[in-house]
């Protein structure tokens, strides 16, 4: 007996048998699946997609179709009203003609007995609904010459990618080596092609307090031996900008712009005296200047950030308090809400070495041309006016989500939390590189080689009578400046027992020098027959330490290894073009065809290596190799990577300091057979077109 089955919302009206209402519900559920199919190849086309409903009625039509006796041809092919029923009406009919379905084959004229083969297209499907979605912070690998992207062809950090940008805000009191480790993490940043800048809140202070001249930043692009940051002066009224002009009217009631109707001149008296009570927290007028000079080099950052292409900025100053990095914190966010932000301290623990900080401190601006013994007075009593109010980095931040790096006597250890994407991986990496141990680093090309006398690129050919002749002489000189460098050292440790002057260049860490007389010293060549040659002198002395590297090795030519620049030339001129055009970025085509930015990036461990051990160094390499490594000493542009001069037989000596390097070169003299110091050097860009 039939069951009474209710169709709707009170409808009781319709009789079905109720084995046949679940058949009948299993056919419709599979036809249901199919229209939803064919909705999604139909949602590629300009029809909207049908609700579900429309779905489900449309499938209980032709289920109901179905169970009506076989209709006459012209009655099947008669088009439905809607999209959708001629959809379905497709699947029926290439369901009883065992033909394909949803697709642009024809039908055939006659039916077939033959089951045909369905032709299936992939059909691209949207990433997500019609309105774009927020697109999460992208904070993976951007290494220009190893990625690249639709968005960035270079590899560099695209400008819609603000979540892989970075804020690092530098936090901790006076005389703890914060623009040492600013000043290296930008060079290194830029090195590896990431736009960095160093943006110092002690700098806009000085110019808002009224001092008449400070330290400004050359351009970032400037050639090799123009004036570095920290020689660099300039008259201040000219340059002051909106923010600080208004800290310079809030602290001294004056506009310095419109006094005496002349840009240039700035009140010379009523400035604000930085002497240690100026960093005072009591003294409100001064700590409301630092809050608004802070805060304006903060917004200068952001926008280096946002409108100019900017990748990293760093906020040098001490940030000593858990309130001011909050509105730091809080500063950024407002502005743009996915940029990444670290905070990064240094914490002096060894009281030698904050000794010695603090002397080199007398060698700034805040204490030019004064007393040492009263200006190293005035500075300690400035660092107690800080911790009275210092809080360093810890259980706030962690409950806060806040990343950060707390570094520990200049690297000798570090703690860092919820560090999150590549670049702060790689800067705790490169951070836990640093050592203050006096060395040398040494760098020079191989002697002459045989494809090098007939001017072949790459090869591996052996050195000539000349080449051998330079390892003699080279092994030679670096063992007597080896034993004049370990006499200077020691006769400099005993003179540091002294009072440091300003501007007394001795090593300001001699109780880290240890036993001079162990100090090891590396030589380090590449893989290849005309490096490793030029080190058999050193090889056979047991006093030297000799390695291959294989990240050493000259740039690979690809399928021009072997060419000459003038058979490129002739041969490739479209090629040649493209490399004299912009030598960083081309790559030789080819097989194993590399360019510059491959170079910096398989040379960033040895980088890494140099900043870590304490031996001396002598890296005999290639010219592509000596121009990068070179290029990150030196703090070069990348303008000038690709087209610096490093003849043969050109000798570079590099130590670092606390305060950068001590640079010298020397040049082969091969009828001496000895070495001449080039006095007064300056790294600059070669002549000869094509290498």
């Known amino acids: 007996m039939p069951t009474a089955i209710a169709t709707g919302e009170g409808d009781t009206t319709s009789l079905i048998p109720k084995k046949r209402r679940q058949s009948q519900h299993s056919d419709i559920a599979k036809a249901v699946l199919v229209a939803r199919q064919g909705a999604k190849l139909m949602s590629t086309s300009a029809l909207p997609p049908p609700a579900i409903e429309d779905v489900a009625e449309n499938a209980k039509q032709v289920q109901l179709e179905k169970d009506k006796p076989v209709a006459s041809k012209d009655t099947l092919l008669a088009p439905p009203k809607s999209s959708l029923g001629r959809a379905l009406q497709a699947v ?216 100019q292409g900017g990748s990293v900025g760093i906020l040098d100053a001490t940030n000593s308090t858990v309130e001011r990095r909050q509105v730091l914190f809080n500063r950024v966010k407002e502005r743009e809400p996915k940029l990444g932000i670290i905070f990064i301290e240094s914490v002096c623990q060894d009281q030698k070495l904050l000794e010695a900080n603090m002397r080199l401190k007398l060698r700034g601006p805040d204490y030019k041309d004064k007393d040492p013994e009263s200006a190293l007075a005035d500075f300690k009593k400035r660092v107690e006016a800080y911790e009275s109010a210092y809080v360093p980095l810890g259980q706030y931040e962690e409950d806060q989500n806040m990343q950060y790096i ?71 000189f670096i063992s007597k400046k080896r034993t004049e460098w ?25 109780e880290l020098l240890g036993d001079l007389d162990s100090k090891n010293f590396c030589v380090w060549t590449s893989m290849l027959q005309r490096s490793i040659q030029t080190a058999q002198d050193f090889e056979d002395d047991e006093n030297y330490d000799v390695k291959n590297w294989e990240m050493l090795n000259e740039i690979h030519a690809g399928k021009f290894e072997g060419m000459t620049y003038g058979d490129i030339q002739q041969n490739f001129p479209e090629e040649f073009a493209k490399r004299a055009e912009d030598k960083l970025n081309y790559v030789y085509p080819g097989v194993g065809g590399e360019g510059y930015l491959q170079v910096i990036s398989r040379l960033r461990d040895m980088v890494r290596e140099l900043e870590r051990i304490k031996d001396h160094v002598l890296i005999i390499g290639h010219r592509s190799v000596a121009r990068v490594l070179m290029a990150y000493f030196m703090d070069f542009t990348r303008d000038d990577i690709a087209d610096l001069d490093v003849p043969l037989g050109l000798l570079f000596s590099i130590e670092p300091k606390p305060y950068g390097i001590e640079f010298h070169a020397y040049k082969y003299n091969d009828e001496e057979f000895w070495f001449d110091e080039l006095v007064g050097y300056k790294p600059q860009k070669e002549t000869v077109k094509g290498n």
């Open 92 to 307: 029926a009919m290439g369901s009883q003609n065992h033909g394909p379905a949803m697709n642009d084959t024809p039908l055939p004229s006659a039916p077939s007995t033959a089951p045909g083969s369905p032709r299936l297209f992939p059909v691209r499907q949207n990433s997500g609904t019609v309105t774009p979605r927020v697109r999460p912070p992208a904070t993976t690998l951007n290494i220009p010459g190893m990625t690249r992207s639709r968005v960035s062809p270079n590899g560099k950090i695209a400008s819609r990618d603000v979540g892989a940008k970075l804020v690092i805000i530098m936090v901790g009191l006076p005389a703890r080596g914060k623009s040492y480790i600013t000043k290296k993490l930008q060079r290194y940043l830029s090195w590896q092609q990431h736009e960095s800048k160093i943006f110092n809140v002690g700098n806009r202070r000085r110019v808002a307090a009224g001092s008449t001249q400070g330290p400004v930043s050359p351009p970032q692009n400037s050639p090799p031996g123009s004036p570095k940051r920290s020689d660099t002066t300039r008259s201040i009224g000219a340059a002051m900008d909106a923010p600080t002009q208004a800290a310079h009217i809030l602290l001294n009631g004056v506009d310095p712009t419109q006094e005496q109707n002349e840009l240039t001149k700035l009140p010379s008296a009523e400035g604000m005296d930085q002497s240690a009570s100026f960093f005072d927290p009591k003294n409100s007028k001064a700590a409301q200047l630092r809050e608004q000079v802070a805060m304006s080099t903060l917004d200068e950052l952001l926008d280096f950030l946002l409108n």
């Open 406 to 476: 707390q570094m520990i006597d200049v690297g000798r250890k570090l703690v860092h939390h919820q560090l999150q994407g590549f670049l702060t991986s790689g800067i705790a990496s490169y951070l836990s590189t640093f050592n203050l141990s006096p060395r040398q680093i040494w760098i020079t090309r191989h002697g002459q080689s045989v494809d090098n006398h007939l001017g072949k690129l790459g090869g591996d050919s052996d050195i000539t009578q000349a080449g051998r002749n330079y390892g003699t002489v080279l092994y030679n």
């Open 486 to 510: 370990e006499v200077d050292q020691k006769s400099r440790a005993l003179a540091a027992q002294e009072f440091l002057g300003p501007g007394d260049r001795t090593p300001p860490y001699p």
